[in-house]
């Protein structure tokens, strides 16, 4: 009986630490986006690096010029350059007080530095991943063809955040159309082919064919076996961070953001949510954050009790 008691008193405990390192994590995760929205718009670097600050603004001044080059197009205008040149800066603006513009590119910054870190630090290949190169020679063509096809995704993204770049066809459905408001918001004279951009950009639109949706229906084609994908050093992080936010069923953009600064009881919650027990979860943290410790009694915390906690805790980001 009193093993029992101890027990529980145990697993009580090690959630009080969990919840309370969670919250203060989320303190953070909660006003990253409008701490950022307000660097950027003062020029101060003093809380995001000069890099991350830097990419931020150059993904949001490439969405901006996309559109507008497009409108160019449409609008037959001899010097496309010089008309995206003029009006960059204004539509980018509009990007840049946007709270969900900042966050995705924040989210997607910061795996692309985790990713190259994890390559020098560790050997583990930001594009071709073992598991990557294992599954482009399985017998399943559609789990190969799968593969190759995501490989090849990863090489464009991992090339793009170092140029600063930010595809249309790149971002999540609801920031896509968000774009084509604000291309009608800076219509300015060209109304019609502002209009015909955006209809064509919208036809064209396909959400499950950007880089995060193929990882995705690769992860479900492997079926049981996905759970493969939650070993960073087998999966690379991309994938990795994919896998982790459909086992654990929270946003992409969250885990991603989890594996970064301060956020580690976050982290280990979301892997023990998706299912990895404490030495699993460990071993990730060699990867991914060499430098801490889980607590001893980790383990005692059961999958549902991570889920439950990281579900009542879902940062509300401020606007």
């Known amino acids: 009986m009193s093993t029992h008691t101890d027990n529980a008193q145990v697993a009580q405990s090690i959630e009080e630490v969990m919840r309370g390192e969670l919250a203060h994590g989320d303190v953070i995760l909660a006003t990253a986006r409008p701490i950022l929205r307000h660097l950027l718009a003062n020029d101060d670097h003093a809380l995001f690096s000069d890099e991350v600050i830097a990419k931020v603004r150059g993904m949001m001044v490439h969405l901006a010029r996309q559109l507008l080059m497009a409108v160019a197009g449409e609008a037959e205008i001899e010097d496309r350059g010089a008309f995206a040149d003029e009006k960059q800066h204004a539509v980018a603006q509009m990007f840049l007080e946007d709270t969900a513009f900042l966050g995705h590119a924040h989210a997607l910054t910061i795996e692309a530095q985790l990713a190259d870190r994890l390559q020098e630090r560790s050997g583990v290949d930001a594009v071709l991943s073992p598991l990557l190169q294992e599954l482009t020679a399985s017998s399943d063509a559609d789990i190969a063809g799968a593969a190759m096809h995501l490989i090849a995704a990863q090489a464009r ?137 889980l607590p001893t009694d980790f383990g005692t915390l059961r999958a549902d009790q991570a889920a439950a906690m990281l579900a009542a805790s879902s940062p509300d980001f401020a606007q």
């Open 157 to 293: 993204f991992m090339q793009q955040a170092r140029r600063m770049e930010l595809p249309l066809s790149e971002l999540p459905a609801e920031l896509f159309h968000a774009c084509s408001q604000a291309l009608r918001a800076h219509s300015d004279g060209h109304f019609e082919a502002s209009e015909a951009v955006v209809e064509r950009l919208r036809s064209d639109f396909n959400e499950s064919n950007r880089r995060v949706g193929q990882a995705t229906r690769l992860l479900v084609a492997m079926r049981t076996d996905a759970k493969r994908a939650l070993d960073v050093d087998h999966a690379g992080l991309s994938l990795f961070a994919t896998a982790l936010s459909m086992a654990a069923e929270q946003e992409r953009d969250v885990a991603v953001l989890s594996m970064g600064e301060n956020q580690s009881a976050r982290l280990a919650l979301t892997m023990r949510a998706a299912g990895l027990n404490q030495a699993a979860v460990e071993q990730q943290f060699l990867y991914l954050h060499p430098e801490l410790t």
